[in-house]
Each structure stands twice: as structure tokens, then as C-alpha cells.
């Protein structure tokens, strides 16, 4: 049973940064596109950033490009997400999401197309 889980969330002020990740089990997730959503509490689940397995290829939503960065550790099955210069926007839950296959610009956003979820972890962003 694939599982998806994630650590790193917390509560920082607007400018600071954090580091999210997520440890992978029950699979060779080294051919699985990983990837981050989140979740605003009144809001749908978000693409934040998504990286595909075969090509390697980043996508980033708009709202964090130059902030934020994707990154993945075959060897340790995880994925990690760099959050800097966080605003108070980016406050939501956070999600960890695995595709059994390779992703492109047109697909890497939709909630649909990913076969595993984490349970999240809450970035709030105050001061």
C-alpha cells in the first residue's frame, strides 16, 4: 500500500521560508511525477509545483515562481518543497501527490490525475 506522507509544515512570519517534505513508502516512486497542492481553508486544491519522473521537468504555479522549489531524492523516495519568502497568502494545508505517470503542462494540475495523497500539513503565514 503506497503512502504518502509529509513533515516541515509550521508557522512562520511573512519573509520567512520553510521546507516541506514528503517521505514515500510501498513503491519505487522514482517513476511517479510527484508534486504539491494546497488547500486555503474556502478555497479548491491548488497545483503549487509538480515535477515529472521521466523528463525531470518543473511546473510552478504563477503565484510562487522564484520563491518556491521542487526537488526530489530517488534514493530516499521523497520529495521536498523550498518555500522562501513566504506571504501570507500561502497560508493553507499543504499536500504531497504521486502520478503513476509522466506529466506534461497541460495535465500536471489536475487533481485527478494523481493516484496517491498525503494527509497534509498546515503552513500558516502571520505576523
Known amino acids: 500500500q503506497a503512502q504518502l506522507v509529509e513533515s516541515g509544515g509550521g508557522s512562520v512570519q511573512p519573509g520567512g521560508s520553510l521546507r516541506l517534505s514528503c517521505a514515500a513508502s510501498?513503491?519505487?516512486?522514482?517513476?511517479?511525477?510527484m508534486a504539491w497542492f494546497r488547500q486555503a481553508p474556502g478555497k479548491e486544491r491548488e497545483s503549487v509545483a509538480t515535477?515529472?519522473?521521466?523528463?525531470?521537468?518543473?511546473y510552478l504555479a504563477d503565484s510562487v515562481k522564484g520563491r518556491f522549489t521542487i526537488s526530489r531524492d530517488n534514493t530516499k523516495n521523497a520529495v521536498y518543497l523550498q518555500m522562501n519568502s513566504l506571504k501570507i497568502e500561502d497560508t493553507a494545508v499543504y499536500y504531497c501527490?504521486?502520478?503513476?505517470?509522466?506529466?506534461?503542462?497541460?495535465?500536471?494540475?489536475?487533481?485527478?490525475?494523481?493516484?496517491?495523497w498525503g494527509q497534509g500539513t498546515q503552513v500558516t503565514v502571520s505576523s
Open positions: 510501498g513503491g519505487d516512486f522514482s517513476r511517479y511525477s
Open positions: 515535477i515529472s519522473w521521466r523528463t525531470g521537468m518543473k
Open positions: 501527490a504521486a502520478a503513476r505517470s509522466e506529466l506534461n503542462g497541460q495535465n500536471y494540475y489536475r487533481t485527478s490525475r494523481y493516484d496517491y
